[in-house]
């Protein structure tokens, strides 16, 4: 069984930073992508920012320039620095897998991000 876990996220105004953590319990070399998803109230899922196990990264245009998708291979983690956050970017924030096979996503659990003054 696969665990992502979360952590990071909490109460920030507009303007300020915060870094995502996202710890896999194997090497994120056995799936071929990770992500970071989000999900504000009343809204769908929606992608935020990938990495491919080739180095491949892709943002949504609504962060694109503002947030920032890492990974540190050693520590299993994959991070996501969010710089010049808005109101908008509330949210909870889920970490993604994405394996070769078999053809299905394992998920975190999700660390609440909100952004108010």
């Known amino acids: 069984q696969v665990q992502l876990v979360e952590s990071g996220g909490g109460l920030v105004q507009p303007g300020g930073s915060l870094r995502l953590s996202c710890v896999a319990s194997?090497?994120?070399?056995?799936?071929?992508?990770m992500g970071w998803y989000r999900q504000a109230p009343g809204k769908q899922r929606e992608l935020v920012a990938t990495?491919?196990?080739?180095?491949?990264?892709n943002y949504a245009d609504s962060v694109k320039g503002r947030f920032t998708i890492s990974s540190d291979n050693a520590k299993n983690t994959v991070y996501l620095q969010m710089n010049r956050l808005k109101p908008e970017d509330t949210a909870v924030y889920y970490c993604?897998?994405?394996?070769?096979?078999?053809?299905?996503?394992?998920w975190g659990q999700g660390t609440q991000v909100t952004v108010s003054s």
């Open positions: 194997r090497s994120i070399f056995s799936f071929r992508a």
């Open positions: 993604k897998a994405v394996p070769g096979w078999p053809p299905s996503d394992y």
């Open positions: 990495i491919s196990s080739g180095g491949g990264i």
